[in-house]
């Protein structure tokens, strides 16, 4: 029983996973495929993305966060980050200029203390197997999948430099 639901947080991790994909495509949508950083004088990533995610604050708050994310950090509730690996947090990316989009990583599940992060860069936070030893990710194809963290490498993260924005902010 316990695994059954189990899978079912799992389903609804993913889900959430797969509605801040169609945020970040809307997003990009109107900003001529450009999606912002993790980081921006305006805020973190999710608050651009609120918009074309909920207007209701609760139900954004609740997918920012894993159902199987016990860990503590109930006062920002957040399971997910942007991955900024190869760039700068506060730089803007070309989604249209991701080389591999279905392999490259836009959020992942990340574990305490890293959910107060909004961003991470490979190999400096903790990528988080919370379903039966794996964890699920965003990529910037708009697919998600569940995954074994420790098989991926740097060059699966990096973003490519001519993705990146040229200055810090608009």
Not at 36 to 44: A, H, N, Q, S
Not at 139 to 148: A, H, L, P, R
Request: contains cysteine; hydrophobic residues 30%.
């Amino acid at each position: 029983l316990s695994q059954a639901r189990e899978r079912a947080r799992a389903a609804v991790c993913m889900n959430n996973l797969k509605q801040w994909s169609i945020g970040y495509f809307m997003y990009s949508q109107d900003y001529e495929e450009w999606i912002c950083g993790p980081l921006t004088p305006r805020g973190e990533w999710y608050i651009h993305l609120q918009p074309y995610t909920s207007k209701m604050t609760q139900t954004h708050r609740a997918l920012r966060r894993c159902p199987s994310n016990r860990e503590p950090g109930t006062d920002s509730p957040r399971s997910y980050a942007q991955n900024c690996t190869g760039g700068n947090a506060y730089r803007y990316i070309k989604t249209t200029r991701i080389t591999r989009p279905a392999t490259t990583p836009l959020l992942v599940e990340v574990g305490w203390p890293n959910t107060y992060q909004p961003h991470f860069i490979y190999n400096e936070i903790d990528l988080t197997p919370r379903h039966n030893g794996m964890a699920n990710f965003l990529f910037f194809g708009g697919n998600v999948e569940s995954v074994i963290p420790a098989n991926f490498t740097t060059s699966n993260y990096t973003i490519p430099a001519e993705a990146r924005s040229s200055s810090y902010y608009w």
